[in-house]
């Protein structure tokens, strides 16, 4: 009999891989926080755990994957609501950054994000922001899983000066989390209005050089499309692509307003789609043809964007508002099943970060990042498909226990590492802060 440290027997289970199955009955066997089978009950004696979890009325399934976030961007949610993209970046956030922009304020940032995104299922993130020393430290604290986007642009902020800066600050960050499990780092040039050409050919570099992935706003607005036709006489993918950015260690988030052209370049390039559906609808962005994606064979992740536009980090919100969107835009009700949705915000997520190998399903010899919604909830009553009840009725504090890497990091609705008073505290006393500059 093998000795290992859990074994837990949910009522159902999500692999995610294979595809389209829910297993009933089964166990799971984890140690050192590595998935070391998964099988029938009854089957499990040749097994001695040092705990036994029963969660009888819960369906289990990895965690999910915010593959786009700016988590300090908290601290500003619901302060300018209701404006145009480029109005709420230019008069309110960007102003408001360079203001408040600190360590302090990223790390306090942070840990009411990784709050929120733990009591709601999500296992890891992948930044995009500033003072990312901070933001890894909130996550270390916090025991989540993340990958830290370097922000780099053509433009002074509270973070930097240059270009040169940004890439000097993106060293700095590699060097200090190399060795941490938990935490990688990638390169985040903004957006192709924010970033000239030059710049783009050294951020090309500089992922090579330290095999990073590049994650960049792309076409998140019909009028970023019209400005780089007039200044480049291209759109903003093709310039992207001539430069060599695409490749299939890029991300490009939000990709509205798509043409047949673009569908091909994305395609042929490799590059990762990040679909963050409710920040598009709230900033009235635009569409991303999701179902046309995934007919030309296109990864699309799931991310929520910053709580800042959307105004929440919950991927099952986002995960029903993406599948809604899609048959609704391509006006097709079999557009993105239940089942294509739950893959965008887990397994897709990883493979454009990756990750793939470590996590995104559970399967064997993956690490144990995992959730537990229970479904015993009126609103998820009757299950005939746990998948589909998931999806389209499930809510956020269904979530009941969350792993990472094995080790439980919410347990029966409590985070285990966070004080979630004090960090409510600290995001009102921000308030106040900002307020008090405002007036």
């Known amino acids: 009999m093998k000795n290992i440290d859990s074994l837990i027997y949910p009522r159902w289970i999500i692999p995610i891989e294979p595809d389209y199955q829910v297993f009933e009955n089964h166990v799971i066997a984890i140690n050192n926080g590595i998935i070391l089978d998964i099988i029938p009950v009854g089957f499990e004696n040749k097994y001695n755990a040092k705990e036994k979890i029963v969660l009888s009325s819960h369906a289990m399934m990895p965690g999910f994957i915010n593959a786009h976030t700016h988590t300090p961007m908290t601290l500003f949610r619901g302060m300018a609501d209701d404006l145009k993209l480029m109005e709420w970046l230019q008069h309110h956030i960007w102003p408001s950054e360079k203001t408040w922009l600190s360590e302090e304020f990223c790390f306090d940032g942070a840990r009411l994000a990784i709050l929120e995104m733990l009591k709601s299922g999500t296992t890891c993130f992948n930044d995009n922001y500033f003072y990312l020393?901070?933001?890894?430290?909130?996550?270390?604290?916090?025991?989540?899983?993340?990958?830290?986007?370097?922000?780099a642009l053509d433009f002074s902020t509270g973070y930097?000066?240059?270009?040169?800066?940004?890439?000097?600050?993106?060293?700095?960050?590699?060097?200090?989390?190399?060795?941490?499990?938990?935490?990688?780092?990638?390169?985040?040039?903004?957006?192709?209005?924010?970033?000239?050409?030059?710049?783009?050919?050294?951020?090309?570099?500089?992922?090579?050089?330290?095999?990073?992935?590049?994650?960049?706003?792309?076409?998140?607005?019909?009028?970023?499309?019209?400005?780089?036709?007039?200044?480049?006489q291209m759109r903003p993918v093709k310039r992207l692509y001539e430069l060599?950015?695409?490749?299939?260690?890029?991300?490009?988030?939000?990709?509205?307003?798509?043409?047949?052209?673009?569908?091909?370049?994305?395609?042929?390039?490799?590059?990762?789609?990040?679909?963050?559906?409710?920040?598009?609808?709230k900033l009235a962005s635009g569409f991303c043809q999701v179902q046309k994606c995934i007919e030309y064979g296109i990864n699309v992740a799931l991310g929520t964007d910053?709580?800042?536009?959307?105004?929440?980090?919950?991927?099952?919100?986002?995960?029903?508002?993406?599948?809604?969107?899609?048959?609704?835009?391509?006006?097709?009700?079999?557009?993105?099943n239940a089942f294509e949705a739950l893959k965008m915000a887990t397994l897709n997520g990883?493979?454009?970060?990756?990750?793939?190998?470590?996590?995104?399903?559970?399967?064997?010899?993956?690490?144990?990042?995992?959730?537990?919604?229970?479904?015993?909830?009126?609103?998820?009553?009757?299950?005939?498909?746990p998948i589909s009840q998931i999806v389209y009725a499930s809510h956020a504090n269904q979530i009941s226990d969350v792993w990472v890497k094995g080790?439980?990091?919410?347990?029966?609705?409590?985070?285990?590492?966070?004080?979630?008073?004090?960090?409510?505290?600290?995001?009102?006393?921000?308030?106040?802060?900002?307020?008090?500059?405002s007036l």
Not at 182 to 187: A, E, F, G, K, Q
Request: aromatic fraction near 6%; charged fraction near 20%.
């Open 350 to 385: 990883a493979k454009a970060m990756g990750l793939s190998e470590k996590i995104g399903s559970l399967v064997n010899n993956k690490h144990a990042d995992m959730i537990a919604i229970d479904l015993s909830y009126p609103n998820t009553q009757p299950v005939y498909h």
């Open 133 to 151: 020393k901070s933001i890894g430290e909130a996550c270390r604290q916090s025991q989540m899983r993340a990958s830290l986007g370097v922000c």
């Open 407 to 437: 080790k439980q990091v919410l347990k029966n609705h409590q985070c285990v590492f966070l004080d979630e008073q004090e960090i409510i505290e600290k995001a009102n006393l921000w308030k106040t802060k900002i307020l008090g500059e």
């Open 244 to 281: 060599g950015v695409l490749s299939s260690h890029t991300q490009a988030v939000h990709m509205v307003h798509l043409t047949e052209e673009d569908f091909s370049i994305i395609q042929k390039s490799q590059t990762h789609i990040v679909h963050c559906p409710e920040s598009n609808l």
């Open 306 to 336: 910053g709580a800042a536009s959307n105004n929440d980090l919950d991927m099952l919100g986002e995960m029903k508002t993406a599948a809604i969107l899609a048959k609704a835009v391509s006006q097709n009700s079999s557009a993105l």
């Open 160 to 232: 930097g000066n240059n270009f040169q800066e940004y890439l000097k600050k993106a060293e700095e960050i590699i060097e200090q989390f190399k060795c941490d499990e938990l935490i990688s780092v990638n390169i985040a040039p903004h957006a192709p209005y924010t970033v000239s050409d030059q710049s783009f050919s050294e951020v090309k570099k500089f992922a090579e050089r330290y095999q990073l992935k590049i994650q960049i706003h792309l076409q998140e607005s019909i009028e970023e499309v019209n400005e780089s036709i007039r200044q480049f």
